[in-house]
């Protein structure tokens, strides 16, 4: 049985921003090896895996979990400080006095800079950072070559993956590596279920810079369904019901609106149901759910799509926190409706 909380550590520990996955990808890939029949790498750097059911001309199953990471990348250095922007939607506000892995070879580690608050003007002090504001202390001796961070060279947040209370965990990275995890989960469960349709993974890149891997990987594998799996927003003290009222531990959360396939919906929406696996139901009124299924659900003739979320609280933070109960029913619940695929009611 796969060890969640080990396995889930040890992926989001690895860097690996959005463009830059080669690290994770590498230990995805040989992860994929040992449940699947054939693994490779596309050009885009998604890690793609079929378990074939034997039967020719087989309609086809996607499941996917992005493996990208918000980070930084460098644009410049400034008196032996680098400047950087942005890779994806890292939330500038918690950056000031983070540790980071700035990803040379070998990596070095660095933390971004702040003004203490004894020498900072008040009017500063209510100000929001910019990302330009933002420089990163490498611990730069002086007259070291400029060129010892080179423009380009990407940035991730050096937080560890820890445990949070008795089943929860926060750390960089759960989003979305914890939904791979669900994947690898949800294979498991299904063991040697006889299906007449093969199941391909994809571990896919970029999705944090506009879901760019997803694209070219679920047109070339043509799928006939997918179960999309990402993070989505869990109420906190400073939430409110109009940004989202899906609960930490309230289990997986089943999104409807026009970027999702409403009978494959309805059918893992009754599945819950039956199999009595914790639920919760998320309203996406717009067509870009701004995750993979935006693009997926429209790919070649179009693909039916089911959306499924894991609750997680500061998204895109240096600790985004999840419930390891979550991802059981989140695995669940792509095992349970995988069952019913390719009959009469599908």
């Known amino acids: 049985m796969i060890n969640v909380p080990e396995l889930l550590t040890e992926l989001c520990d690895l860097p690996g921003p959005a463009g830059f996955e080669e690290p994770v990808a590498e230990r995805v890939s040989e992860i994929l090896a040992s449940c699947m029949d054939n693994v490779w790498t596309d050009v885009l750097g998604n890690v793609i895996g079929v378990r074939r059911c034997g039967k020719e001309g087989a309609r086809k ?17 400034e008196e032996g400080f680098l400047r950087v922007a942005k890779l994806g939607g890292a939330d500038v506000r918690n950056l000031p006095s983070s540790g980071v892995m700035v990803l040379t070879e070998p990596p070095r580690y660095g933390v971004i800079g702040v003004m203490p608050p004894h020498v900072l003007k008040k009017e500063d002090s209510e100000k929001a950072i910019k990302v330009e504001d933002i420089f990163i202390d490498i611990g730069m001796a002086k007259g070291e070559p400029e060129d010892t961070v080179p423009p380009g ?9 820890r445990r949070l209370g008795e089943r929860g965990m926060y750390g960089k990275a759960l989003d979305d590596r914890a939904g791979f995890i669900t994947i690898l989960r949800a294979i498991e469960l299904l063991g040697s279920t006889k299906l007449d349709f093969d199941i391909y993974v994809m571990a896919s890149t970029q999705e944090e810079v506009g879901t760019r891997g997803a694209a070219p990987g679920v047109y070339s594998i043509a799928p006939d369904w997918s179960f999309v799996v990402d993070v989505t927003h869990a109420k906190t003290p400073d939430s ?9 531990g309230g289990g997986v959360v089943i999104s409807r609106g026009p970027n999702m396939n409403s009978k494959l919906t309805e059918m893992a929406i009754r599945t819950a149901k039956e199999k ?17 299924a935006r693009v997926i659900q429209v790919s070649r003739e179009g693909v039916a799509t089911a959306l499924f979320g894991i609750p997680m609280k500061y998204m895109h933070s240096t600790c985004e926190a999840i419930s390891l109960d979550d991802l059981e029913c989140v695995a669940q619940l792509m095992c349970e409706t995988a069952k019913k695929l390719g009959g009469d009611e599908s």
Do not use: F, M, R
């Open 61 to 77: 199953l996607l499941l996917d979990a992005h493996i990208d990471e918000i980070g930084l990348i460098v644009t410049g250095l």
């Open 240 to 248: 409110t019901p109009s940004e989202t009222s899906e609960e930490l």
């Open 153 to 161: 060279t990407p940035v991730v947040l050096a937080q560890k993956t």
């Open 276 to 292: 009595e696996i914790k639920h919760q139901v998320n309203v996406e009124p717009g067509g870009d759910s701004g995750t993979n």
